[in-house]
């Protein structure tokens, strides 16, 4: 079965930049869906990014709250997705999960903390 882990984050200052990766290892990387999370303390979990590999060669899908900041991609060579993150304010503060599925597995990583603060 897949595994996913996360990495890069920390701590960063408001208007900085991270960018989260999330890498699979257990079996080869190939997905239908890869999707970014994040979690706030004391808050639900809300998905941030998505991408679909269905349709026109894939697809990507942000929440309002990150267009134009956040870039979900990813790289088939190193089993890999990543996250972008831009111009981050302490609205961005949250641990940060990646999710997926193909279409014989499914998986959660652990999370990486991200906090935006002066």
């Known amino acids: 079965q897949v595994q996913l882990v996360e990495s890069g984050g920390g701590l960063v200052q408001p208007g900085g930049s991270l960018r989260l990766s999330c890498a699979a290892s257990g079996s080869i990387f190939s997905f239908s869906y890869m999707a970014w999370h994040r979690q706030a303390s004391g808050k639900q979990r809300d998905l941030v990014a998505a991408?679909?590999?269905?349709?026109?060669?894939?697809?990507?899908y942000y929440a309002d709250s990150v267009k134009g900041r956040f870039t979900i991609s990813r790289d088939n060579a190193k089993n890999t997705v990543y996250l972008q993150m831009n111009s981050l304010t302490p609205e961005d503060t949250a641990v940060y999960y990646c999710?997926?599925?193909?279409?014989?597995?499914?998986?959660w990583g652990q999370g990486t903390q991200v906090t935006v603060s002066s």
């Open positions: 999710y997926g599925y193909g279409s014989s597995w499914s998986a």
């Open positions: 991408i679909s590999s269905g349709g026109s060669g894939g697809s990507t």
